[in-house]
């Protein structure tokens, strides 16, 4: 029978495991720099990089130094970025999000100019880092509900559009508004960008696990929560029935955040779905790892690596993780 194996003493498992040779000749699940997609933070308006309090190492960049860190981690092996812009003026509706001198765009235009071809740039889309009220779409009235559904499918399409026409390689719905992928692909399709692809934040949970992340993006809501539009944590079969609509509505990657709480989740994603699958080891994850290796609590580059391995064996193809650099200089050592 498959998988069966001699009882004791015949069997032994530690033959197996007694020199790191032998270890990695059988090892089962592989990391690598190309597993690894780096966010990056660009903002309007400043003048060098501003280190950002809760995710240290990581910084606010200029377009000058957007490109420097890009290139410095293309140089360790991690030739793929998701590009987050932050605007000097926020509004209502997010107008920076699609201008095409937006910050975002510039800094996809900066980043394709000094890459090239060789490296793989991801446009975030959503709305919480342009807008004024910092939610993920249009609040129409009170906005009681949250954000309206299909008048923040009529932004998204034109960021998507934005976002393709400066240089992304994919496209990424944040937002987990119904019907977005589908929205996206039709006007993605409709202005003749029908090579662009889409890497759908397709299970995205209400996690508190975001903090870091709104200092960087300064993309808190200033009022309510995301809890009606992102996806309630206890829920993992409603994850799989997201996954498979953005399937149906055409996404070419899907993805699932937070990764660490979710390898279940990851699991039966990987389980459903044949296509590309990524993981958003967020940032909550990663100042958990980083405060307790400043204190000596525990070894943070083992830490890192057990858990990127632990996302990979769940099942992702791709991590995006704010560790990318760090990690893929490690691994590249001998």
């Known amino acids: 029978m498959v998988g069966m194996t001699a009882p004791f003493p015949e069997h032994r498992p530690r033959r197996l495991r007694r020199t790191a040779a032998l270890r990695r000749m059988v090892r089962e699940t592989d990391l690598s720099p190309r597993n690894l997609i780096a966010p990056l933070f660009v903002k309007e308006g400043i003048s060098e990089p501003v280190p950002i309090a809760s995710m240290p190492g990581h910084h606010q960049h200029t377009l000058e130094s957007l490109c420097k860190e890009a290139v410095d981690l293309a140089g360790v092996g991690v030739t793929a970025f998701i590009l987050f812009g932050i605007p000097a003026e926020k509004d209502p509706g997010g107008s920076a999000a ?11 235009r900066a980043l394709r100019e000094e890459l090239g071809s060789d490296a793989v740039l991801i446009g975030d889309l959503c709305l919480c880092e342009y807008t004024d009220h910092g939610h993920c779409g249009v609040i129409v009235g009170e906005g ?10 009529e932004r998204y399409r034109s ?9 992304a390689d994919l496209v990424a719905p944040s937002g987990m508004m119904d019907g977005q992928v589908a929205a996206i692909r039709e006007a993605l399709d409709r202005e ?3 090579r662009t692809a889409i890497l759908a934040y397709a299970a995205k949970f209400a996690s508190a696990f975001y903090g870091p992340f709104r200092d960087a993006a300064e993309g808190a809501p200033r009022f309510g929560d995301r809890a ?8 993992a079969e409603e994850a799989v029935r997201e996954i498979e609509a953005d399937v149906q509505e055409g996404a070419d990657i899907v993805m699932v955040k937070p990764a660490l709480p979710y390898l279940d989740v990851i699991r039966l994603a990987r389980d459903v779905t044949g296509l590309p699958l990524a993981a958003y080891n967020v940032s909550g994850e990663y100042a958990m790892v980083k405060a307790a290796a400043e204190r000596g ?9 057990e858990i990127l391995t632990a996302i ?4 992702a193809d791709l991590i995006v993780t704010y560790h990318a650099g760090e990690a893929a200089d490690w691994l590249s050592e001998p």
């Not at 009681?144 to 499918?153: I, R, V, Y």
């Not at 960021?159 to 240089?167: F, K, L, P």
């Open 98 to 108: 699609d201008d095409p001198e937006g910050i975002s765009q510039r800094g996809l």
């Open 159 to 167: 960021i998507a559009v934005a976002q393709a026409r400066a240089g």
């Open 144 to 153: 009681d509900g949250g954000p309206d559904n299909d008048a923040t499918l």
């Open 192 to 194: 003749g960008l029908d």
């Open 312 to 315: 990979r064996r769940a099942g």
């Open 297 to 305: 609590w525990i070894d943070g580059r083992k830490a890192t690596l």
């Open 228 to 235: 009606e539009h992102q996806m309630d944590p206890p829920n």
